[in-house]
């Protein structure tokens, strides 16, 4: 028996006629003006990370304060962990964050490397890298850490931190051996002796101080890039406005943050489970008092930049000021200061 195809009325073959279509000028890189529309449509939902490096972050997401703000709106929030710059730059470029907080020069990588992301809002000043030896280590200076395994997680500020280090004391990358390892594995590598050395980050850079009697072999706050909020170029041009009513909370915690220093404390304790001392040394050594982002962050970035072209992180080619200036976005901010 001859196979007959089924009949198929007018009506459903224009449906497939204008599927086809819509799928193929999709394909070409043609949009019709009802799919730009979608394309538009403003989230429902605002995904942030919040991370231990970031206590403002811990006081926003505790407190409830972006639900509150975007309520009226009816956007609903979720929050993501970050456990390092690389990994809150890793979800922006997946899509599955809509804000970031980073270190500024990992966000000026991420940028150099593709990710479209701009810095809009920087939520501290701190001292969080520095180099860590163990207890009773016979390494005195940085130029002892030739030929030594030093625990780094790529991508992150304290990276650079190492990489600018060693620039600043004659020693190239390839003259220490750089081990890659999450913070966490690497304070842990530190304190069992796999690794001489660790680039690393508070709060567990204050814990390994604390309980394991570890040593800060070098410090340099200029070396320390800010924490900026990064936001999805996609995303911020959809919804100028929730950029907007974010930034709004941030800055309410800030200010929380600054006027309540115990409270504070508190929320990096529970949320961190670290102890009152560790706390109090990560607090330390972390500047809430401005926000504004600007010419100070695109001089930082650009210092580290340097080396990192000289160590081969990013291309020699790369037009650095460029990159740096289509990151850095100030207009967030100045609207939400000024009103305007």
């Known amino acids: 028996m001859a196979f007959r195809a089924p009949t198929t009325s007018r009506r459903s073959v224009f449906r497939l006629a204008l599927a086809t279509g819509l799928a193929l000028a999709g394909t070409l890189g043609l949009s019709s003006s009802s799919s730009a529309l979608a394309q538009a449509k403003p989230a429902s939902t605002v995904?942030?990370?919040?991370a231990y490096y970031n206590p403002v972050s811990l006081v926003l997401k505790d407190r409830g304060i972006l639900e509150k703000e975007l309520k009226k709106k009816n956007i609903?929030?979720?929050?993501?962990?970050?456990?390092g710059s690389n990994k809150a730059l890793e979800f922006l470029g997946a899509r599955s964050l809509d804000f970031g907080s980073t270190a500024g020069a990992a966000a000026f990588i991420g940028k150099a490397n593709g990710n479209p992301i701009k810095a809009i809002y920087v939520y501290s000043k701190p001292e969080w890298a520095s180099l860590v030896v163990p207890n009773g280590s016979k390494i005195k200076s940085v130029k002892d850490l030739k030929g030594k395994k030093v625990a780094a997680n790529r991508g992150t500020d304290p990276y650079i931190f190492l990489l600018r280090t060693l620039d600043r004391n004659?020693?190239?990358?390839?003259d220490v051996e750089i081990v890659q390892l999450a913070h966490a594995d690497g304070k842990t590598a530190?304190?069992?002796g796999d690794v001489d050395a660790w680039a690393g980050l508070d709060?567990?850079?204050a814990k390994s101080e604390i309980e394991a009697k570890s040593k800060l072999l070098y410090r340099n706050p200029d070396f320390n890039t800010f924490g900026v909020l990064n936001v999805r170029e996609e995303f911020a041009k959809q919804n100028p406005d929730t950029v907007l009513s974010v930034l709004r909370a941030y800055e309410q915690a800030r200010q929380w943050a600054l006027k309540n220093p115990q409270e504070l404390k508190k929320v990096l304790i529970t949320d961190s489970k670290l102890t009152d001392a560790v706390a109090t040394r990560q607090l330390e050594r972390t500047d809430l008092r401005n926000s504004s982002i600007g010419a100070p962050q695109k001089t930082s970035i650009l210092?580290?930049?340097?080396?990192?072209?000289?160590a081969g992180v990013i291309p020699p080619s790369t037009n650095t000021k460029a990159v740096v200036d289509s990151l850095i976005d100030p207009s967030y901010v100045n609207k939400l200061k000024t009103g305007k």
């Open 47 to 50: 995904r942030l990370d919040y």
């Open 170 to 174: 004659g020693l190239a990358p390839r």
């Open 203 to 205: 709060p567990l850079t």
């Open 303 to 310: 210092a580290a930049a340097d080396v990192l072209k000289k």
């Open 190 to 192: 530190l304190e069992k």
């Open 76 to 83: 609903k929030v979720e929050w993501v962990l970050s456990q």
